[in-house]
């Protein structure tokens, strides 16, 4: 570590930055778009069609 | 702090390389390029049976060369090779040691019984289903659960790499961000995550289908699902080349991305967006509303292309600035002019660029536009593109990485030096006349799929422009110069392995 500076002089990691460095958040996001947009979503769509009468 | 005894540093790079992490790159390494052999075998068929004037197999055998081309290539020799990329970049460019080795082999045992399940049911004919196997098409129960194998070691190998970001992290093995490479490879490792859990649960059903337990699976549904796979495997593909893109910049010509926090909110955009795109592949699909098309494949899509788009401006541009940087300053292309073009790694990365961006990105947005999917769904024009992405840009961004990973984790200097020099320019003229000569052929409305263009002995003919066959020619030729190219690499990269001269 460093340690030259103290706390409150080290200097502020901007919001996105620590966004882009979450990793498992972007894990998170990156299986909950595609699973609710496209998955869940289409086959809901398929599931509510009305049935072929017989 | 003592260093354990299983690292080595690396005398050219002063990496330390991680032992039970390089054995773990050089097994998956190995058998990504036996997978390579048997899809380029396949590739060779199926393209002397689609070129008329050769015609080489008859239907039942060019179905089973197509299956096999298709899972060998697309599924098996990318994602091996991704799991070696996904260990390189996390232990290795991190001096990290990777989690848990002895589940790196388990994941690597997995893949192999799972995809040499797969090639001999297919082998004996008992999965003559083509890549998408889409029901009611069956496949015998032991293909399924090959798959299924595969896809449960692939997850687990992506699940080390995650492991090891963390163990890199808690033993500060690296300062701030991940570099931009490694970003690269977590990208591809989160698309791989939803990638393999769609194919888990279209698979597993799928596999009782087969045995009978299940009664019914509804076609639509699988391929919604299937294409939550089939999709976003070759985005997988895409991040892992990009990452390989911005390391091989550094490595052949010292590029440094000149806006690294663009390029890393373009991998943001894949992780969000790009796998919506899976629904291009269901755009006449008659189930699905043309609102959940169009947000899937516009709105959605267009941002995760506007991310290629930064990528395809943002590694030429660093290239430039490095090339300048030693000044090949004079005129407009002096930097172009000098660079090192008989490095085989340079030139398998311009190339990779140039196809992916120029043929496979441009046909692949225009895809996914509902009114040009209706008149170019289901025809050449689909792999005209993908041959330009998967193969022009990835396997030859895969293949210029080689010429590194051969020094660098093999310790072996790479043999045939000369042949190396030629052999992305012979595999990359061959895959563009693939490319262009099927893309131009799906537009005069050839099949995708079908054994015969001419439809010969059914009861309606269509109407085959001669135009056509000159296309088909083009493709055939093609066909056998990529082979060519790709039996060269795969010539250096065993010939290095088994007699390169050892580099310390």
Known sequence: MSGQQGKGEEERVPMWQLFYDNIFLLLALGV??????YTLWGVMELVNLPVWPK | MSVPTAFRTCPTTGLKVHLPAENLIKANAVVAVVFFLIGVAMALLVAMTRWPAVHLLGDEFFYRALTAHGINMLIFWIIFFEIAVLYFASAILLNSRLAAP????LAFALMLAGSGLVDVMIALGKADVMMTSYVPLKAHPLFYLGMILFAVGALVGTSLFFATLVIARRDRTYEGSLP?????????AIIAVVTIAHGAIIYIPTMLWSMGIIEHIDASTYRILWWGLGHPSQQINVAAMIAIWYLLGALTVGAKPINEKLCRTAFVLYILFINLASAHHLLVDPGVSST????????AMYLAVLASMIHGMTVPASI??????KGYTKGLFEWLKKAPWGNPSFAALTLSIVIFGFIGGITGVTFGTEQINIISHNTLRIPGHFHATVVGGTTLAFMG??????PLIFRRQVVAQA????????????????SLGMTFAGSYGISRRHWDITFAGATLQPAVDPTVYLLLGIMGIGAILAVLGALLYILITVGTVLAGKKTG
Do not use: C, D, H
């Open chain 1, 32 to 37: 909950a778009i595609p699973v609710v947009f």
């Open chain 2, 102 to 105: 002895k589940l790196g082999w």
């Open chain 2, 180 to 188: 931009l490479v490694v970003f690269g490879a977590a990208t591809a």
């Open chain 2, 292 to 299: 959940w098309k169009i947000w899937n494949t516009s709105y």
């Open chain 2, 320 to 325: 430039e600035v490095a090339q300048r940087r």
């Open chain 2, 401 to 406: 990485v080689t010429y590194y990973v051969l």
């Open chain 2, 419 to 434: 042949l190396a020099k030629i052999q992305p320019y012979l595999f990359g003229v061959g895959i563009v006349m693939v």
